[in-house]
């Protein structure tokens, strides 16, 4: 199963529906296969829309996935890569409406320089990425000492 996430923000990533739903379309993607957290997004016409969902059917989505798609929150990141799970990473954009700024791309950038997880920046890549995803082993995250040790040791290294 692909868990696409996009999060709580009030601001909706329509462009990643359009492209599930096109990938669905021409037969790339199986829709029974597909379940998006959509939070502020439209409905996709085929998978299934979750909407907003509590943290532990979250969780459950998340353990229960091959592939997670996600908004580069770094909440929603933290916990598809601790669950081991491969990881697209598909930023916010500002001047899409999608956020206030482009804080999303930083934190999207550490995560794939780092090798834990492939960043789609043009949505027109997500095919390929997911294609890539499977062929490609990522480093496991770790955080034996805690979030703040991890941002600051195995991300930003100072």
């Given at each position: ?8 923000q ?7 529906i ?31 829309n ?6 532990s059917?979250?969780?459950?989505y ?15 990141i ?8 491969k ?30 997880a ?32 991890f941002?600051?040791?195995d991300?930003?290294?100072?």
């Amino acid at each position: 199963m692909i868990f696409v996430v996009l999060g709580t923000q009030r601001f909706p990533m329509n462009r990643v529906i359009d492209k599930i739903d096109n990938l669905i379309e021409t037969g790339f993607l199986n829709k029974n296969k597909i379940v998006i957290q959509n939070g502020h997004s439209k409905n996709s016409k085929y998978a299934v829309n979750l909407g907003m969902i509590d943290e532990s059917a979250f969780n459950n989505y998340i353990k229960n996935s091959d592939i997670v798609i996600t908004h580069g929150g770094t909440s929603s990141i933290i916990k598809a890569l601790r669950n081991n799970k491969k990881t697209i990473i598909i930023p916010r954009r500002a001047d899409l409406r999608e956020h206030v700024d482009n804080h999303q791309f930083e934190i999207s950038d550490m995560f794939k320089n780092n090798g834990y997880a492939e960043v789609v920046l043009d949505i027109e890549d997500l095919k390929e990425a997911i294609i890539n995803i499977e062929q490609k082993e990522y480093k496991k995250l770790s955080l034996p000492n805690g979030l703040a040790d991890f941002l600051i040791n195995d991300i930003l290294k100072l």
